[in-house]
Every structure is written in structure tokens, then in C-alpha cells.
């Protein structure tokens, strides 16, 4: 039985596992950079170590150093998170081989499912609808010309070992074609330590619709329905919702059954996500496994009710799939909006900086998976997400307007946030009638990249800025009809009144 | 207090009576009844109905949301008042990245012609690769980094000049 566990994380996801941990009287050890010295998951965990200096390679990605915090604090068993090394083989077998257990798949599905090209050749002969597009990987860039022309523009260029959009990019005509392929490789480089890139047939106005799968080490395997995952900038998720507005009972049974197919045959156990595109007329197609828990789990958690990160601990203590297909259903409706630093007006430029002030949403149905506090430090080395937004209705429409006040009182104030740009996003006619497709933002948000901010909103808070300001700087307060500068009699005297509790 | 949003440049001030604020905005003036929750919370009475402005700040701005909105207002330090809108200048255009980063590729060299809206440098942070643009035509008259180079935000890479005709 797992009785301690090294989160191999930061952020929020680290700050879930670590409750989801607690609730299961399984202590936990929280590991860190040096520049997270004082974030949320080391205030929330048991322990806490330092691993290394800021830079992910130095720390987060350090499979040795975490290895051996993990044994020399006495841990039974590593939880990965997503991103950094979650979804890497060999962090996986390391773990394994030094005696600890590994909270996610077997390393061999992790490798297969890892490599782009090596599950769609799996998948293709499982019976599994895929994409049409480029068979194998290639690095001459004659052969994505060849392949490209083959299937016509626009295509889709793709890391073989990506994720999270990193190193992709549409291309809609064969002369911009060569410049799109160096820079997906460069940016797969970078993130992904491989320059392995392919190309597929673009499919216009797809839904990204993905199944929450899990399997045990007996053979039991289960879909835990689907997340629409559409709203996407920069091909990275933002908002998502469970169940998809497209989906049908026939529909979702066929989806499911196939992601079971998809897991099975590539010997996978543990919870992961199967995600596919749907096109208009309801075909779906295959993409990839995502061999960890995702970032938005939670709308599965909050309609299915049932907890995934204790579900993957239990499957990694080797027990028994507690529920069977029959016993899951989905009810009413959630909506997850990442809350990331990054500025909606300047191409959702990553921001970093203090969090200043954070008021964190409450009310009925409403759930804030956080990784900061107010006075954390948004650091420039690692993907800016602050935390999740996650509320649950009856139906779609009550989700959809719990969530819009609950992003207005959702307060974060020293970074940019995309907070406004999601509420534009949700009472845009499209989203209310369902019509989400990956190209949402791109078609109906364009234009509203840069809002008009109204001269009265800009006055009201003018008045706050300087009322603020005033009440931080004692000593600037301007006094006096004639806007004089206060001496400073005067101004210890207007200080008095200010702050007096009235 | 003068603040800047953008590139309007606001000078502001305010008087209290008892629960009443009267700011003066560049000359105009307001009154708003306003209860202090705490230094960052401010219940006001706009137009009859109640609303939150929530403010905060750090050395160089002032952040404040209000009503789903988050905006960003700029201190105005003593030093820039004498030479406001010198560093505006359409004649130059200093690039700088957004944020602490990495150099992925200089696109130009010194020497070379560029237009508006012409691709300068390719920078990465986060590991997100963006690249930034020469905001007016002319010349590149500096190429202050390389490739690979880790560069801050308050560093200009490079600098494009109006050729004098």
C-alpha cells in the first residue's frame, strides 16, 4: 500500500494530488526550485525539498535528484502531474527500477502512445479512424513538400513528441511551408528535446472532443464520457465543458467504446484521456492518448463524481476498478476555464510577476483548484497557469452563467490574465448555441482581441487607482481646494481621516 | 497624482467628505459615494447601483479590476514628467522583448531595410516562441544581441530608425 508520495510537480496540480493524497492518509512530499521556495504546494504538503535551481532542467525535470528525494524522504511511490517529466518513459522505468512505484501507466504504452507517429500506426491497425497524413517521421523537409501537395493544404504540422500545442502550426500554402516546419521543430526542440515533427490533413471546423478513460491491472477497462475541449488559443486549451453540446447517446457509446479499444490495445493501465476530432457530420477521428492525469479532469470529476487523482492512486496500488461502465453516469453539466498570466490583448503573451491581491470565486457549484495565494510569485520559467476555474449546473446554460459571475469575482490583480477575454467567450452567441469548434476564437473573437475599454470605466477606476495609491503612499495625499501640494501637517491630517474605520 | 492607461497621460486627485469622494479627473469633476472595505477593496455607488474596484500596486503600476475588466495603469515617476512623450518617438523603435527570454533567431542584420509590421527577432519564453515586429519603416541601426542569448525585458534588441531623407 502507498503510504508516502513525492509529487513531481509545482502549481496546481501539484496542490491536488497533495489533497487528494490527504484525504487518503497518505503523506506527502512536496519538491521545489529555488524560486518556489514559498509557492502554495510546499505550504500544503507534509515536506517539501528543495531540488535545484529555477531552470526546469535544473529541477522539475531532474529524474535523478527527484528519485533520490523521493527514497531519501522515505516515499513509497512518485505522482507525476502533468507536463515535465509525467508523460516520459524513462523517468517512468527509473522510478520503477529504483523500487518506487510510478502513479500512471506502464513505461511501454507511455513510449508507444508517446511517439505520434508510432500510435497512429498502432491505431490504423487496430480499426481505430485516424487523420488522413504522413506516415512516419522525417526530418527532410522534400518530404513534407511531397506529402503536403499529396493531401492537400491547409496542413497541419505536428511534433512527434508534443503536447499542449507546443511546436504546431496550420500552414494554408505550399511557400510558407519550409519556414513553418524549421520553426515547429526549433519549438519542439525546446520543449520537447526532439526536433521530430509530421504532417496531416487539416480538418476545418473540428471539435476537439476527448473520453476520460481508466484500466486496472486486471484487465477492467472504462470510459469516464467525454470533455469538449474546442476553445483553444494557440492551439492550447482554455475553456472546456462535460458533456460535449454535440454529443448523443449513440455517439458517445461509439466514442467510448473505441477509447476503450484504444487503451486496450496498446496495454494501458492507469486513468488517460483519448482524444479525437468530430467533424460536422459527426465522424470522429483519433489523435492521441495523453498518458496522464489532464489538466481539465476536474468537469469529468464534478459530473461523473467520481475523484480521478484517488481513482489513479488506487489502480497504482495495484487494486480493483471500484466501478463497472454500468455503474457510470454523467450528470448535469461543468465548465473549466484555465486561469493562465498571460495578456488576451498581446497574442496571450505569457505574463509573470506578483500576485498582488486574489480574491478566489465562491457560491453554489463553484470549484477553484489554485497553485497561488496572494503575494505569489508567477516565475518566468514554467507554463503560466495560476489556477482552474471549475463550476457545475444542471444544465449547460446554468454552468455557462455560474460561470461568468464566478470570472467576475475571481479578482487577481499584478499579473494579466485572460479573465475578460473568457467571459467575452462565453456570452458570445456561438458558445450559447453550442457552436464550438477549434477555431472559436479565431472566427469569432478576433476582433475583440483588443476591447474598447468606455471612458466611464476608465474613470472609475482612475478613482480607485488614486484612492489606492493614497492609502498605500501616506505622505502623497494632494489636499486643498487649489490643488496645492499638502504640507505635511495637512497630510498627516487627511491620512487620519482616510483610515479611520468609518 | 498623475497615472498614465495606454498612452493618455490622467492627473488625478481627490477630496473627502465624510462618506463622499470628489476627484478631480484632468479638470473634471465627480463625486461617488465610496466605503473602504480594506486598502485593496472599494465598495462605490455608480449610478445608484453598487459595484467593487479592487486595486493594487507595485513599483511601477497600478492594477485594478473592475467588473470582470483588469486594468493596468502606469506611475508616472518624476524624472519622465519634464520629458514626457520624448520616448514616443516615430522616428525610432526601440524592440524590446516582453518578458525575460530567450533569442531564437535574428531576422535582420544592421544596414537592412525594413517595413512596418516586418518580422525583427524571434524570442522564446515560456516556451513559447514569438516573434516581434519593427513598429515603423526604416533602417535597422542596431543588432544589440545574438541567437541563444537570455535577454530581460528591459533590454533592446534591436533598433530600427526612420532614414533622414
Given at each position: 500500500m502507498i503510504k508516502k508520495v513525492l509529487i513531481a510537480n509545482r502549481s496546481e496540480i501539484a496542490c491536488r494530488v497533495i489533497r487528494a493524497c490527504k484525504e487518503m492518509d497518505i503523506e506527502t512530499v512536496a519538491v521545489y526550485s529555488d524560486v518556489d521556495a514559498g509557492a502554495l504546494h510546499v505550504q500544503l504538503a507534509d515536506e517539501s525539498v528543495c531540488i535545484g535551481a529555477p531552470q526546469a532542467s535544473e529541477s522539475y525535470l531532474n529524474m535523478e535528484r527527484i528519485i533520490q528525494t523521493a527514497k531519501d524522504s522515505g516515499c513509497d511511490a512518485i505522482h507525476p502531474g502533468?507536463?515535465?517529466?509525467?508523460?516520459?518513459p524513462e523517468f517512468n522505468r527509473k522510478v520503477r527500477e529504483s523500487g518506487l512505484i510510478f502513479i500512471g501507466p506502464e513505461p511501454e504504452p507511455m513510449e508507444l502512445l508517446g511517439s505520434k507517429v508510432a500510435s497512429r500506426q498502432t491505431m490504423i491497425k487496430a480499426g481505430v479512424p485516424v487523420i488522413p497524413g504522413m506516415n512516419g517521421a522525417s526530418l527532410e523537409i522534400k518530404d513534407f513538400e511531397v506529402a503536403a501537395e499529396k493531401m492537400g493544404f491547409p496542413v497541419l504540422i505536428k511534433a512527434s513528441?508534443?503536447?499542449?500545442?507546443?511546436g504546431m502550426r496550420v500552414v494554408n500554402e505550399s511557400s510558407k511551408l519550409k519556414e513553418a516546419v524549421e520553426s515547429a521543430m526549433r519549438e519542439s526542440k525546446s520543449a520537447f528535446g526532439s526536433d521530430e515533427v509530421f504532417l496531416e490533413k487539416y480538418i476545418e471546423s473540428p471539435r476537439h472532443v476527448e473520453f476520460q478513460v481508466a484500466a486496472d491491472n486486471f484487465g477492467n477497462a472504462v470510459y469516464l464520457f467525454e470533455r469538449e475541449c474546442s476553445i483553444q488559443r494557440r492551439h492550447q486549451k482554455i475553456i472546456e465543458e462535460s458533456p460535449s453540446p454535440i454529443m448523443d447517446t449513440e455517439l458517445q457509446r461509439r466514442m467510448g467504446e473505441t477509447a476503450v479499444k484504444v487503451i486496450k490495445t496498446s496495454n494501458y493501465t492507469n486513468a488517460g484521456t483519448v482524444e479525437f476530432l468530430v467533424d460536422k457530420d459527426k465522424n470522429f477521428y483519433f489523435l492521441e492518448v495523453n498518458a496522464r492525469i489532464q489538466v481539465e479532469h476536474p468537469i469529468t470529476e464534478e459530473v461523473t463524481g467520481i475523484d480521478l487523482v484517488k481513482l489513479q492512486i488506487l489502480i497504482a496500488n495495484n487494486e480493483r476498478m471500484p466501478f463497472s461502465q454500468e455503474d457510470l453516469k454523467q450528470k448535469g453539466h461543468a465548465i473549466e476555464c484555465r486561469i493562465y498570466a498571460e495578456d488576451a490583448e498581446n497574442n496571450f503573451m505569457p505574463s509573470s510577476g506578483k500576485i498582488l491581491y486574489l480574491k478566489e470565486p465562491i457560491g453554489p457549484g463553484v470549484r477553484y483548484d489554485s497553485g497561488i495565494t496572494t503575494g505569489s510569485i508567477v516565475p518566468v520559467?514554467?507554463?503560466?497557469?495560476?489556477a482552474k476555474l471549475i463550476v457545475w449546473g444542471k444544465d449547460r446554460e446554468e454552468a455557462r452563467k455560474r460561470m461568468i459571475l464566478a470570472l467576475k469575482e475571481n479578482i487577481v490583480l499584478g499579473v494579466k490574465t485572460s479573465i475578460r477575454f473568457m467571459i467575452d467567450c462565453l456570452e458570445h452567441p456561438e458558445f450559447i448555441n453550442g457552436n464550438t469548434f477549434t477555431n472559436f476564437i479565431e472566427i469569432n473573437m478576433f476582433n475583440k482581441m483588443l476591447p474598447v475599454i468606455d471612458n466611464e470605466k476608465i474613470k472609475n477606476c482612475l478613482m480607485a487607482a488614486n484612492l489606492h495609491s493614497s492609502l498605500k503612499n501616506k505622505s502623497k495625499v494632494i489636499s486643498g481646494e487649489n490643488g496645492n501640494i499638502a504640507t505635511p501637517w495637512q497630510t498627516i491630517g487627511k491620512w487620519e481621516i482616510c483610515s479611520s474605520n468609518n | 497624482m498623475e497615472i498614465k492607461f495606454k498612452n493618455d497621460v490622467y492627473q488625478i486627485d481627490y477630496e473627502k467628505n465624510d462618506s463622499e469622494y470628489t476627484f478631480n479627473i484632468n479638470g473634471e469633476k465627480l463625486t461617488i459615494p465610496i466605503y473602504i472595505v480594506n486598502d485593496n477593496c472599494f465598495s462605490v455607488k455608480i449610478n445608484g447601483k453598487s459595484k467593487s474596484l479592487y486595486a493594487a500596486e507595485d513599483e511601477n503600476h497600478l492594477f485594478i479590476s473592475f467588473d470582470g475588466d483588469s486594468l493596468t495603469f502606469d506611475k508616472v515617476k518624476e524624472e519622465e514628467k519634464d520629458f514626457?512623450?520624448?520616448?514616443?518617438?516615430?522616428?525610432k523603435d526601440e524592440i524590446r522583448p516582453p518578458m525575460p527570454g530567450s533569442i531564437v533567431k535574428v531576422l535582420v542584420e544592421e544596414g537592412q531595410q525594413v517595413a512596418e509590421g516586418d518580422g525583427v527577432i524571434i524570442v522564446e519564453a515560456m516556451k513559447m516562441e514569438s516573434t516581434l515586429y519593427s513598429a515603423i519603416d526604416g533602417v535597422i541601426t542596431s543588432v544589440n544581441v545574438k541567437e541563444g542569448q537570455q535577454v530581460d525585458s528591459d533590454d533592446v534588441l534591436v533598433i530600427v530608425e526612420k532614414e533622414q531623407v
Amino acid at each position: 500500500m502507498i503510504k508516502k508520495v513525492l509529487i513531481a510537480n509545482r502549481s496546481e496540480i501539484a496542490c491536488r494530488v497533495i489533497r487528494a493524497c490527504k484525504e487518503m492518509d497518505i503523506e506527502t512530499v512536496a519538491v521545489y526550485s529555488d524560486v518556489d521556495a514559498g509557492a502554495l504546494h510546499v505550504q500544503l504538503a507534509d515536506e517539501s525539498v528543495c531540488i535545484g535551481a529555477p531552470q526546469a532542467s535544473e529541477s522539475y525535470l531532474n529524474m535523478e535528484r527527484i528519485i533520490q528525494t523521493a527514497k531519501d524522504s522515505g516515499c513509497d511511490a512518485i505522482h507525476p502531474g502533468y507536463g515535465f517529466l509525467a508523460e516520459n518513459p524513462e523517468f517512468n522505468r527509473k522510478v520503477r527500477e529504483s523500487g518506487l512505484i510510478f502513479i500512471g501507466p506502464e513505461p511501454e504504452p507511455m513510449e508507444l502512445l508517446g511517439s505520434k507517429v508510432a500510435s497512429r500506426q498502432t491505431m490504423i491497425k487496430a480499426g481505430v479512424p485516424v487523420i488522413p497524413g504522413m506516415n512516419g517521421a522525417s526530418l527532410e523537409i522534400k518530404d513534407f513538400e511531397v506529402a503536403a501537395e499529396k493531401m492537400g493544404f491547409p496542413v497541419l504540422i505536428k511534433a512527434s513528441a508534443g503536447g499542449g500545442g507546443k511546436g504546431m502550426r496550420v500552414v494554408n500554402e505550399s511557400s510558407k511551408l519550409k519556414e513553418a516546419v524549421e520553426s515547429a521543430m526549433r519549438e519542439s526542440k525546446s520543449a520537447f528535446g526532439s526536433d521530430e515533427v509530421f504532417l496531416e490533413k487539416y480538418i476545418e471546423s473540428p471539435r476537439h472532443v476527448e473520453f476520460q478513460v481508466a484500466a486496472d491491472n486486471f484487465g477492467n477497462a472504462v470510459y469516464l464520457f467525454e470533455r469538449e475541449c474546442s476553445i483553444q488559443r494557440r492551439h492550447q486549451k482554455i475553456i472546456e465543458e462535460s458533456p460535449s453540446p454535440i454529443m448523443d447517446t449513440e455517439l458517445q457509446r461509439r466514442m467510448g467504446e473505441t477509447a476503450v479499444k484504444v487503451i486496450k490495445t496498446s496495454n494501458y493501465t492507469n486513468a488517460g484521456t483519448v482524444e479525437f476530432l468530430v467533424d460536422k457530420d459527426k465522424n470522429f477521428y483519433f489523435l492521441e492518448v495523453n498518458a496522464r492525469i489532464q489538466v481539465e479532469h476536474p468537469i469529468t470529476e464534478e459530473v461523473t463524481g467520481i475523484d480521478l487523482v484517488k481513482l489513479q492512486i488506487l489502480i497504482a496500488n495495484n487494486e480493483r476498478m471500484p466501478f463497472s461502465q454500468e455503474d457510470l453516469k454523467q450528470k448535469g453539466h461543468a465548465i473549466e476555464c484555465r486561469i493562465y498570466a498571460e495578456d488576451a490583448e498581446n497574442n496571450f503573451m505569457p505574463s509573470s510577476g506578483k500576485i498582488l491581491y486574489l480574491k478566489e470565486p465562491i457560491g453554489p457549484g463553484v470549484r477553484y483548484d489554485s497553485g497561488i495565494t496572494t503575494g505569489s510569485i508567477v516565475p518566468v520559467f514554467y507554463d503560466p497557469v495560476l489556477a482552474k476555474l471549475i463550476v457545475w449546473g444542471k444544465d449547460r446554460e446554468e454552468a455557462r452563467k455560474r460561470m461568468i459571475l464566478a470570472l467576475k469575482e475571481n479578482i487577481v490583480l499584478g499579473v494579466k490574465t485572460s479573465i475578460r477575454f473568457m467571459i467575452d467567450c462565453l456570452e458570445h452567441p456561438e458558445f450559447i448555441n453550442g457552436n464550438t469548434f477549434t477555431n472559436f476564437i479565431e472566427i469569432n473573437m478576433f476582433n475583440k482581441m483588443l476591447p474598447v475599454i468606455d471612458n466611464e470605466k476608465i474613470k472609475n477606476c482612475l478613482m480607485a487607482a488614486n484612492l489606492h495609491s493614497s492609502l498605500k503612499n501616506k505622505s502623497k495625499v494632494i489636499s486643498g481646494e487649489n490643488g496645492n501640494i499638502a504640507t505635511p501637517w495637512q497630510t498627516i491630517g487627511k491620512w487620519e481621516i482616510c483610515s479611520s474605520n468609518n | 497624482m498623475e497615472i498614465k492607461f495606454k498612452n493618455d497621460v490622467y492627473q488625478i486627485d481627490y477630496e473627502k467628505n465624510d462618506s463622499e469622494y470628489t476627484f478631480n479627473i484632468n479638470g473634471e469633476k465627480l463625486t461617488i459615494p465610496i466605503y473602504i472595505v480594506n486598502d485593496n477593496c472599494f465598495s462605490v455607488k455608480i449610478n445608484g447601483k453598487s459595484k467593487s474596484l479592487y486595486a493594487a500596486e507595485d513599483e511601477n503600476h497600478l492594477f485594478i479590476s473592475f467588473d470582470g475588466d483588469s486594468l493596468t495603469f502606469d506611475k508616472v515617476k518624476e524624472e519622465e514628467k519634464d520629458f514626457s512623450g520624448a520616448s514616443g518617438s516615430e522616428d525610432k523603435d526601440e524592440i524590446r522583448p516582453p518578458m525575460p527570454g530567450s533569442i531564437v533567431k535574428v531576422l535582420v542584420e544592421e544596414g537592412q531595410q525594413v517595413a512596418e509590421g516586418d518580422g525583427v527577432i524571434i524570442v522564446e519564453a515560456m516556451k513559447m516562441e514569438s516573434t516581434l515586429y519593427s513598429a515603423i519603416d526604416g533602417v535597422i541601426t542596431s543588432v544589440n544581441v545574438k541567437e541563444g542569448q537570455q535577454v530581460d525585458s528591459d533590454d533592446v534588441l534591436v533598433i530600427v530608425e526612420k532614414e533622414q531623407v
